[in-house]
């Protein structure tokens, strides 16, 4: 099982930007991957994936604001947050996909 370390999430003003980083401890070069989040209260949905060839896919609550991209090189998961709105404040994992493999996790807040 790879082991998976985010990092990257801070508080932030509602319109900011933020970029989470996904370190993982073994290859990920033929996984699909992905960014869920959590909020307080709330169930961990899928905010992103994308595939091993690069095909990404968003939650239409992201679309346009989110980015997600890889470099296998370097065995990590970004996601690149703009816009972020109030809304978005929640714990942010990152997994891949059709496994039992997840991150800690790393809080993001957007607040003024």
């Known amino acids: 099982q790879v082991h998976l370390v985010e990092s990257g999430g801070a508080l932030v003003q509602p319109g900011g930007s933020l970029r989470l980083s996904c370190a993982a401890f073994g290859s990920i070069f033929d996984r699909a991957m992905g960014w869920y989040r959590q909020a307080p209260g709330k169930e961990r949905d899928m905010i992103a994936i994308?595939?091993?060839?690069?095909?990404?896919d968003y939650a239409d609550s992201v679309k346009g604001r989110f980015a997600i991209s890889r470099d296998n090189a370097k065995n990590t998961l970004y996601l690149q947050m703009n816009s972020l709105k109030p809304e978005d404040t929640a714990i942010y994992y990152c997994t891949i996909i059709g496994t039992a493999s997840w991150g800690q996790g790393t809080q993001v807040t957007v607040s003024s």
């Open positions: 994308v595939t091993r060839d690069g095909i990404a």
